[in-house]
């Protein structure tokens, strides 16, 4: 079956080239394609300059291992590469994949996006609805306008369509809510019983944060 994952977290304060974390998720990628031969990972990684946000379809197993690499990573006293991050979307069992490749850019955006004053009083449900929106019109926009057989080029992505950009702030009033599941968070219930999940409300009234786009 095919999930998605959509998770966002802030970039270490003073990290001058997102490179690094790049590396990672492509060497994650390939070691996590080599142990789970036949299954690709396909998505998006956008990097802000204060936060991220990374789309990724794959196998249950493979979105396994992705957040434990996240968890590990904060749980990495040493870790330089992502604070905080939270889990934004968990799709199950899709249809189909929004991506035909796994690629990445760097947007050059103003650390402020001038959002009204009024979108700091919006329900953490219409910042998530507002997000999964454009990122979803953001996917179709690369897919119809590279193609499936080719790597699309995202270098001009803010030019050629800066309407379907997730403003940064958007992402950053996400990350200070605290209805947001860390991957910690989300594991702890992925690998609890199914008894002890019954029967918490607290760990309900989160997940229900975690809409599902079948």
């Known amino acids: 079956m095919l999930h998605r994952l959509i998770v966002i977290g802030h970039l270490p304060h003073g990290l001058l080239d997102n490179q690094n974390l790049i590396c990672h998720y492509e060497r994650l990628n390939q070691r996590l394609q080599r ?35 996240l968890k590990s990573l904060q749980e990495n006293a040493d870790n330089y590469l992502t604070v905080e991050p939270r889990l934004l979307l968990l799709s199950h069992d899709l249809p189909s994949r929004l991506y035909f490749q796994w690629n990445c850019t760097t947007l050059r955006l103003p650390a402020s996006t001038n959002l009204p004053d009024t979108s700091a009083h919006h329900s953490t449900q219409e910042l998530i609805s507002h997000t999964l929106d454009l990122a979803l019109r953001m996917g179709s926009y690369i897919l119809k306008k590279k193609g499936p057989g080719t790597k699309p080029s995202l270098e001009t992505l803010e030019e050629e369509a800066p309407e379907l950009i997730i403003p940064q702030d958007v992402l950053l009033m996400l990350l200070k809510r605290n209805e947001l599941l860390s991957p910690l968070q989300y594991l702890q219930v992925y690998h609890s019983p199914l008894t002890v999940l019954l029967d918490s409300e607290p760990v309900w009234h989160s997940l229900e944060y975690l809409p599902s786009i079948l």
């Open 35 to 69: 142990c789970c031969l036949g299954e690709s990972i396909t998505g998006l990684l956008l990097l802000y300059p204060a936060c991220f946000l990374h789309i990724i379809e794959c196998s249950s197993e493979i979105l396994v291992s992705v957040l434990e690499d």
